[in-house]
């Protein structure tokens, strides 16, 4: 009986100390959690853990924070903060106010305690300022499987020890500050499926030891500074994803993987032929080979691949015609083969007759009845044989100088068996000028003019300035009656608006086609060579996203007091109108419920008019969803960087606005005005002699990211009235740093069709353009790939949803 009872006490007193054991050992995970939050200054993301007295491992996830444990151990720690505001430029590793963590911050001291959690699968630890060089100590975490550390301020090298970390699977240390080469010994990762490390400073070459990493399926490196020659990448038999965009890679194009899906490449310096094995990628959906040094015809099979819907072979040097029974792929959606040397007509698929299909062949010397964007055949011909005759030169240089080294090797031999000959015969004095005076013949025969063929062809700066210097003949001059004739003599009913910039009027041509025409009012001051010199600039310009200039008109006239010179612009007619007004419907009552009163009408009850209006704004197909307004800025963007950096003189100062960018009848988008406002401000010069306008030289780059800023918020919200301007627009985003003020602003049809990554990424693009003093606004160059990073995230979320929606 005894015995009896003291078995359930034993049994008792056992299971009460494996619960103080248990307890124990999640108390110092707890204390580790507490440490490391300590540790990262509290961010706002871990305020939930100050008031909660549970086990953490039970806490409520969410969209910044989840702890996962298995047992009594902490698997998985993911964390995202709110220090998206990256810094564009340079970045030497220490503390910087208002984006980094404090001076105070260690992270050799934070990664030891983050090593005590031993049991780590999964660590991500985003946007939350740590700076610092990246400690070695990382692979005490030896069991990790996904390391994620991107959008922080980690500088320096990739430590080699993070090879040790056996297990890991996915590596993203994305929006860093690395430097230096990528760490060559990564194929000790054997389980690595994706290799992401986007924009940093990485700098060398392509590390071979990625070639062997057998399981990789995605592989990311765009960004950044590696150079020289990309090796083959077949033996990367699951590689699903390659983005190497904007590096300095030089060399022809590989062989490629038979599984790729998405193959981004653009902005290096490829050169030499696409391979053929590339029209055999059956999977491929996604190619960019854009803005390189490519050449020759692409194959036809390239745009009849049987999953291929995106393909962009932009402003490279290829050439040649296509076939007219080319055939494009069932999924072949856009197509962009602007600004290369394609002569011919374009085959049917590719003539922009299906409306299912994007294509723009600007830039090139094709037969296409009423396009204005295309030069002559003959200047696509040339370029093409002074490209085969600097071929060939370089080939006969080659022989030159291995045939002069050859004949100086002899030449050599023949001097020592003279030399010895001679020094048996005593004559050596005699024989010694005349080896040194031909060697000054054959030194001088190996050198050639080549350094001027070599700066010549050295760097591709724009197609368009090539084409332009080889004598583009000028935009057309048109007489003041075909203008009067085109528009009624300038009747009310053509009037289509006026601003600073002059009246506008609609006009049609004899032809029939529709054009713009643009009437300034300038000074008698300013000089008919002035003028022209603009007009010749204007009419050289050629970009898919820049209304086509087709010609000019000047006149006289006497009704302005002093008498002034009248120049008429002409462009080409956007039958769509501008952007801003399918940024939002114009419905009667609706057109005056903007966000806030929206969500006043809703409190007073007057939920059927809020309905409604919600109901015409979300399904008007007028009004662009966030996808379609995010294709709008990304073509804007590429226009501006163009007149920035692709054309010389560059134009900084664009009077970018909404009502500026007009629509086509396929809703792409074209800048109109470009390189007026340089008119104008010669003009307003000329009027009031004022030296003012000299000390805005050095701000005309800021100018134009400023204003595009604004262009982006209004993208965002909606337009805004001309009454409220711009301190309506500063005003409101004071809301976007919270996710209920940007409920309240942002227009329902950019929330209801955008991914929260991309809506982001967008908003903090627009701050920098318009909050950051004039020296630390981003170039166009970085909100450009600010913006094409979210179209991507915003192409991923809606695949995602369409494969939930579909399942």
């Known amino acids: 009986m005894e015995h009896s009872k003291v078995l359930p006490l034993l049994f008792l007193s056992w299971v009460m100390m494996f619960l103080q054991s248990t307890h124990q050992l999640q108390n110092s995970q707890t ?45 998985e720690l993911k964390v995202m903060g709110d220090k ?46 740590i700076y610092g060089e990246f400690p070695g100590k990382i692979h005490r975490l030896n069991s990790l499987e996904y390391l994620d550390l991107s959008s922080n301020y980690l500088f320096g090298s990739v430590p080699p020890d993070i090879s040790r970390l056996v297990m890991l699977q996915s590596l993203m240390l994305d929006g860093n500050y690395f430097n230096g080469s990528v760490p060559d010994t990564l194929d000790s990762l054997t389980n690595l499926t994706v290799l992401s490390l986007k924009n940093n400073r990485f700098r060398g070459p392509f590390p071979s030891s990625i070639c062997r990493l057998g399981r990789l399926t995605n592989l990311a490196l765009s960004h950044n500074e590696i150079s020289g020659k990309l090796p083959d990448l077949s033996k990367l038999s699951h590689l699903h994803m390659l983005d190497l965009r904007e590096n300095h890679l030089d060399s022809e194009l590989p ?10 490449l653009s902005k290096n310096s490829f050169s030499g032929e696409i391979p053929r094995p590339f029209g055999a990628l059956s999977q491929l959906q996604h190619l960019d080979l854009s803005f390189n040094h490519l050449t020759g015809t692409p194959s ?32 072949l959606g856009f197509v962009d083969m602007s600004n290369n040397r394609f002569i011919g007509t374009p085959p049917r698929c590719l003539a922009g007759a299906s409306g299912e299909r994007v294509v723009k062949l600007g830039g090139n010397c094709l037969s ?31 022989i030159a100088v291995i045939g002069g080294g050859v004949l100086i090797l002899v030449f050599f031999v023949l001097v020592i068996l003279l030399l010895c000959t001679n020094r048996c015969s005593c004559c050596c004095s005699r024989e010694k000028s005349v080896p040194q005076t031909r060697l000054k013949v054959v030194t001088d025969n190996s050198h050639t003019s080549l350094s001027a063929e070599v700066l010549a062809s050295a760097r591709l700066i724009s197609q368009t300035t090539k084409l332009g210097a080889q004598g583009v003949p000028s935009c057309r001059s048109f007489s003041f009656e075909e203008l009067k004739e085109a528009t009624d003599d300038f009747d009310s009913s053509r009037f289509l608006g006026e601003g600073s910039l002059g009246k506008l009027y609609r006009g049609t041509l004899e032809n029939g086609s529709s054009i713009a025409i643009r009437c300034l009012v300038l000074s008698r001051k300013f000089s008919s060579q002035s003028i ?27 009704e302005h007091d002093p008498v002034a010179t009248i120049l008429y612009l002409v462009y080409e007619y956007m039958p769509n109108g501008s952007y801003r007004t399918h940024l939002s419907g114009q419905f009667g009552m609706c057109s005056k419920v903007n966000s806030m009163s929206k969500l006043n009408l809703s409190v007073l009850g007057n939920s059927m008019l809020l309905e409604y209006c919600l109901f015409v704004e979300s399904f008007s197909e007028k009004i662009l969803t966030w996808p379609d307004r995010l294709a709008i800025l990304i073509e804007i963007a590429k226009a501006v960087h163009f007149l920035h950096t692709g054309v010389m003189p560059g134009s900084f100062n664009n009077h970018l606005k909404t009502n500026n960018i007009l629509l086509d009848e396929h809703k792409i988008a074209k800048l109109s005005d470009y390189g007026v406002s340089a008119i104008i401000e010669e003009n307003e010069k000329l009027e009031t002699k004022s030296e003012t306008h000299k000390s805005k030289k050095m701000a005309k780059r800021e100018d134009d990211v400023y204003n595009f800023g604004f ?3 209004e993208s965002l919200i909606g337009p805004v009235p001309t009454t409220k301007g711009e301190a309506y627009l500063l005003n409101e985003m004071t809301s976007f740093g919270s996710q209920d003020g940007r409920q309240k602003i942002v227009s329902p049809t950019v929330l209801t069709t955008s991914s ?37 995230m915003q192409s991923a979320a809606d695949a995602e949803r369409k494969s939930d929606t579909s399942s």
């Open 31 to 75: 204390q580790v959690l507490y440490q490391l939050r300590k540790h990262l200054e509290f961010p706002k993301a871990l305020e939930s853990w100050g008031n909660y007295y549970g086990d953490l491992c039970q806490i409520p996830a969410t969209a910044h924070m989840s702890i996962t444990c298995q047992g009594n151990s902490i698997t």
């Open 84 to 129: 998206l505001f990256k810094l564009f430029g340079m970045f030497d590793g220490s503390s910087l106010p208002n984006h980094t963590l404090s001076e105070a911050f260690l992270i050799d001291s934070f990664v030891t305690t983050l090593t005590r959690l031993t049991s780590l699968r999964v660590l991500s630890l985003v946007s939350l300022g």
């Open 255 to 264: 062989v490629m993987p038979i599984r790729l899906v998405t193959v981004l």
């Open 300 to 331: 036809r099979f390239l745009f009849s691949l049987p999953n291929i819907s995106y393909l962009d072979l932009a402003s490279n040097m290829l050439s040649g015609k296509l076939p007219l029974n080319l055939t494009c792929g069932g999924k």
């Open 368 to 398: 296409i009845f009423g396009s204005h964007d295309q030069h002559q055949e003959f200047l696509c011909e040339e370029a093409e044989n002074e490209g085969k005759q600097f071929q060939g030169r370089k080939v006969g240089i080659l």
């Open 532 to 558: 022209r010199g603009h007009l010749d600039w204007m009419s050289k310009l050629n970009h898919p996203h820049l209304l086509s200039f087709l010609g000019h008109c000047t006149q006289t006239s006497g």
């Open 711 to 713: 262009i982006l918020l």
């Open 756 to 792: 929260q990554e991309s809506l982001s990424i967008a908003i903090s693009i627009a701050n920098k353009c318009v909050l950051l003093e004039p020296s630390a606004r981003p170039s166009f160059e970085d909100v450009l790939w600010n913006l094409q990073y979210a179209a991507q």
